[in-house]
């Protein structure tokens, strides 16, 4: 394709048909040959194959971060509490039997439950419970923040008390997380575990597993597949019903192909356009994501004159075309009315989502002072979330707010690029996600003045007292109907006058084969893999 | 008026009319195209059908008018493109073999030192340092463009500047620029204005590749890379994908197939062949 070649002619012209020919063949072959497991779906009944396209480092639970990697920790690791189906407003037992919180919200106990045993026989004990943690928390792996500054005690036998230095009512919510998975850390400690930087335990933990789960960890190649098995000596009430599981890494036109045809029983990230026209016969699940899409605009004059102006912030409120976003992003989406996303404690309810109101942001954008408005809209181009692109969006955007008379420059870069950008509160308008790190409005402070996302829409601490009262209030807030109160406060006043306009949460679609069972979505690890069940 | 011979060759047809074709749309887009090429105001992802016969797009943009207004980005921009390469390649390969030495040695080593990249690779590294815009593209390709003239025009130079008539000139006082001008430059334009000619095809192919790559136009203008790149998200709704491709193969086909009648008219070697086939 070299613009030097002598005799470029016909053949040049070709050359992008047969690269789409190629690249198509590779996709499919990609699809196909790394199906060793899967008989049509059918005969064996017992082998599972889901599709999912990887984001995927390691499968040790005290590293893992990634949504595949939280698959098969949800899977391989028993947490100490869990959720029940997709409910994540109120964790219930797993390993533990209860919890509870002290009047302050500095003390969890734990009391642990008896009789759980690892995938080998032996025991769970209190202090496999506190290595894990202990781990987890030293090892400066990425979701060690979940812990920090959580001290952990054992008590006696079964009770385990975890200490934090402020109120920490979301404890309860983290513990569920699938990197804090408790292993086995007898068998860990032999394969080079230890609860500080200097772990060497993480290669081991990537060819088997260590835990107490309803499935062991068989092989894992992080950029092709992993394959679970059955604990057949699985102590807790749900058995697997499976012998085997394989997740596998295809791109999502690919996982549509493949589900179509029976070569997969699950496809995780279809986008909402690759959903219509499947086959009747497969299941659709299609539920709003954690995500919220948001869009910042920079509260700092040194980064620009216009979107630092509040009345500016209020007209791109107003301007923006909310239900033309969701048509974008497909059914199941829905508007995100605040933050703060809808399946989550202390969500704001639907119908106080903002409206579109051309009118009233013109009278905004006028009495903002600004003239004729030219700002900059950054965001990452290759990016897309749920199988929705922010390409798109970016340009749905652009287009509402001209007819508010605001002309949008759309910079998209590569993540990395854009990301720089976006942490160092440089971008005049930005087009973000935010994904909750544990289903706990707690998480969703970082909006406020001077903290991280805050500062990233150049808002400094000091900037907005009323809300800074307000957020400090639902911090301290303890028990769930305060707590609910005060972070409904914090989004209404958010939405008035802060630079963040929630835009929406797009939806997780999901395919299954009709034979596939118990699917639900889970807003912290996609998919429990021992919920599938077979008809 | 008779066409020249070498003009009436079925393929040097029907390039030159595919050719004259799109500069027309270029040109008249505003009056051809049936809707606005931005408006979102249609049907999202509706297959091709009365009212928007190329289908529309994710976003509800009609795809026909989308193309048309493509043609007035990639078209001038790469026929700039080529002529820039053309300017700056064939002066720098017209002075390193006229002078010859220290001059000869310096750009055709700098000129080897861009042909040891691969194209596309150098010219995506040089339009990521830039920054994506369809400018910065483009002084990207003229980046990795220019050195294939400067070594064609000073090979055909080098042939040139020893023959009598160029020597007399240098001795008659005739300034090298002058020289140049007058006595060379007329002797080796045919073969460069071949080269130019069929090098349009892969200048609009590596431009719009770039677009594709994201490099290039800046959404929401119709480039056609760009919007390929957009058909890709939707592979089931091919025709987001297909149309502004097929814009681009006509192009290059087009201009391909004119270059090649260029360079068969321009070479007396193939003369005799010309006339047998000749329309």
């Keep these: ?535 | 008026m008779k066409l020249p011979q070498a003009w009436r060759q079925p393929l040097a047809i029907v390039g030159g009319v595919v050719a004259v074709a799109w500069l027309v749309i270029a040109v008249a887009a505003p009056l051809l195209a049936p809707h606005d090429p931005l408006a979102q105001d249609l049907p999202r992802l509706a297959p091709p059908g009365p009212g928007h016969w190329f289908g529309t797009d994710q976003l509800g943009r009609d795809i026909l008018s989308r193309v048309m207004y493509g043609a007035r980005l990639s078209i001038p921009l790469t026929l700039l493109l080529v002529a820039l390469s053309v300017l700056v390649g064939g002066l720098l390969g017209a002075c390193a073999g006229y002078f010859g030495k220290w001059a000869d040695e310096t750009i055709m080593r700098f000129a080897d030192l861009v042909f040891a990249f691969p194209t596309v690779i150098l010219a995506m590294v040089v339009a990521a340092a830039l920054g994506a815009s369809l400018a910065n593209a483009v002084l990207a390709v003229l980046v990795v463009a220019w050195p294939a003239y400067a070594r064609v025009t000073r090979g055909l130079v080098l042939g040139v500047r020893e023959r009598e008539f160029v020597i007399s000139g240098r001795l008659l006082g005739f300034s090298a620029w002058r020289s140049l001008r007058v006595d060379v430059l007329p002797n080796i334009t045919g073969p460069i204005l071949v080269l130019a000619t069929l090098d349009i095809g892969t200048a609009l192919l590596l431009l719009s590749g770039l677009s594709f790559l994201g490099l290039g136009a800046k959404p929401p203008s119709p480039e056609w890379g760009a919007m390929v790149a957009s058909g890709v998200e939707v592979f089931d709704s091919w025709w987001v994908a297909t149309f502004p491709g097929l814009a681009i193969l006509t192009v290059v086909l087009a201009f391909n197939f004119l270059g090649d009648t260029l360079r068969d008219a321009l070479d007396p070697r193939t003369a005799r062949a010309i006339k047998e086939r000749a329309l």
């Excluded at chain 1, 054992?154 to 975890?162: A, H, N």
């Excluded at chain 1, 102006?309 to 976003?325: C, H, M, Q, S, W």
Aim: proline share 7%; glycine share 8%; hydrophobic share 40%.
């Design chain 1, 1 to 535: 394709m070299a613009i030097r070649s002598r005799r470029p002619r016909a053949k040049a012209a070709l050359l992008p048909v047969l690269l789409t020919g190629a690249l198509a063949l590779a996709a499919c072959s990609n699809g196909g040959s790394s199906a060793p497991a899967s008989q049509g779906g059918g005969t064996a009944a017992k082998t599972l194959v889901i599709d999912t396209s990887f984001n995927l480092k390691t499968a040790d639970p005290g590293r893992t971060y990634e949504p595949t990697g939280l698959i098969v920790g949800k899977a391989a690791y028993d947490t100490l509490l869990t959720f029940d189906g997709s409910d994540v407003t109120k964790p219930v037992p797993s390993l533990a039997d209860s919890y509870e919180l002290s009047a302050d919200g500095k003390t969890l106990t734990l009391k642990l439950h008896q009789g759980a045993t690892f995938a080998d026989g032996s025991p769970v004990t209190a202090d496999d419970v506190v290595f894990s943690l202990d781990r987890v928390r030293d090892m400066k792996g990425t979701p060690s923040f979940l812990l920090d500054g959580v001290k952990v005690e054992k008590t006696d036998e079964t009770t385990i008390t975890l200490t934090s230095k402020t109120a920490n009512p979301a404890l309860p919510y983290i513990l569920p997380n699938p990197a804090l998975g408790i292993i086995n850390s007898k068998l860990a400690k032999e394969h080079g575990a230890t609860a500080d930087p200097g772990d060497k335990a993480e290669q081991y933990l990537n060819s088997a597993s260590v835990g107490s789960g309803p499935y062991t960890i068989e092989s894992v190649n992080i950029s092709s597949q992993v394959v679970l098995k059955a604990n057949t000596k699985y102590w807790g009430p749900k058995k697997p019903v499976y012998d085997k599981v394989v997740l596998r890494n295809v791109e999502s036109a690919t996982q549509k192909l493949n589900v179509a045809r029976g070569d997969s029983q699950v496809a995780l990230d279809l986008s909402g356009d690759q959903v219509k026209g499947l086959p009747g016969n497969l299941q659709v699940n299609k539920t709003p994501s954690a995500n919220v899409v948001f869009l910042l605009a920079n509260r700092n004059s040194a980064v620009s004159e216009t979107t630092s102006n509040p009345k500016f912030a209020e007209a791109v409120r107003k301007g923006i075309d909310y239900t033309g976003l969701l048509e974008l992003a497909g059914e199941g989406s829905v508007q995100a009315p605040g933050v703060i996303p809808s399946m989550i404690l202390g969500a704001l309810p639907a119908d106080q989502g903002a409206k579109r109101d051309v009118e009233g942001a013109k009278a905004a954008l006028k009495e903002s002072g600004v003239t004729d408005p030219k700002v900059k809209l950054e965001y990452p181009s290759e990016l897309t979330l749920n199988g929705l692109s922010l390409q798109g969006i970016a340009e749905r955007i652009q287009a509402n707010l001209k007819e508010v008379g605001i002309t949008v420059e759309l910079a998209p870069s590569p993540v990395t690029t854009a990301l720089d950008n976006y942490r160092n509160g440089k971008e005049e308008l930005g087009l973000w996600w935010w994904g909750p790190d544990y289903p706990d409005p707690s998480d969703y402070l970082v909006f406020l003045p001077g903290k991280t996302v805050g500062l990233r829409a150049g808002w400094k601490a000091g900037a907005d007292k009323e809300i800074e009262a307000a957020g400090d209030k639902a911090a301290a807030a303890i028990g769930d109907d305060a707590r609910k109160q005060a972070y409904v406060d914090v989004q209404t006043k958010l939405n008035a006058s802060s630079p963040f306009i929630p835009l929406i949460q797009p939806s997780q679609n999901i395919v299954t084969a009709a034979s596939v069972t118990g699917l639900e979505f889970h807003p912290v690890w996609t998919v429990d893999v021992a919920d599938l069940g077979t008809k």
